[in-house]
């Protein structure tokens, strides 16, 4: 019998050789150091090595990324890493030169809630539909994103991060501006999310786990959420 409260929707990416990447390289091998062959018939392991960028497939973006001052991956709070998660779907509109705007959260808070202090706000544009389609979900940098203006009503709700179904909020042509506003105020930003469009609006909770790697500004994460978690604030 499952007794556990939740149900899990794993918002994650998987990593192989053909994502989409930032610069439009591979940025993920894995390499075999020792097959099962070189061991003795009855103790057998495969023993791999990985090597990708830090900002690879569904990654955490955090602080230091962008402010030298900032704090790097390690030292995210889980208390911020845990949050109550809230999806604003803006699919209908979202062409690749759209960007979430201010009256997106008020229509969004109208409907359902006003946007509760530590909350995670996923952006869930459709963008995913291109995920397996590299050079279209990279589409020369164009993609839906999220306007400055957007981001600092969000950031007046005190949130904890950002996340987004594309490469980024941010377009290159918009100076990261995002990018630059949101880890400035130490939050954090969570780029390449999956299967967002299987999460309520509101009342579901993320967990965003990223390795525990000293000094990283970027690091691949499990995220997950959990539908079921009611806030009681």
Known sequence: M?????????????LDTKVPT???QCG??????SDYSAFAEDVKFKIQNISMHAGIGTHIDSPAHCIP?????????????????VVINISAQATSTYSLQP???????????????????????????YWTVPPSYHNNYMF?????????????RNIVGLGIDTLSPDRPTDGFQVHQLL???????????????QLPA??????????????????????IGLVGYKNKN
């Not at 007794?3 to 998987?14: C, E, G, K, N, Q």
């Not at 954090?188 to 999956?194: F, G, H, P, Q, R």
């Open 103 to 129: 009256d997106d959260i008020l229509k969004f808070e109208k409907e359902y809630e006003k946007i509760i202090e530590g909350a995670f706000v996923i952006v869930y544009t459709g963008w995913e539909q």
């Open 202 to 223: 509101v009342g579901s909770l993320i967990l965003a786990l990223p390795i525990k790697a000293a000094g990283l500004t970027e690091a691949p994460i499990r995220l």
């Open 28 to 33: 993920f091998t894995t390499t075999v150091k």
């Open 183 to 197: 880890l400035g105020n130490g939050k954090y930003i969570i780029e390449n999310i999956a299967n967002a469009q």
């Open 69 to 85: 001052s900032g704090i790097t991956v390690e030292g995210l709070s889980l208390q911020h890493l845990i949050a109550p998660c």
């Open 144 to 156: 839906p994103s999220v306007s400055l203006e957007a981001a600092k009503l969000l950031l007046e």
């Open 2 to 14: 499952n007794i556990f409260p939740y149900h899990i929707i794993d918002l994650t990416h998987a």
């Open 22 to 24: 930032w610069d439009g």
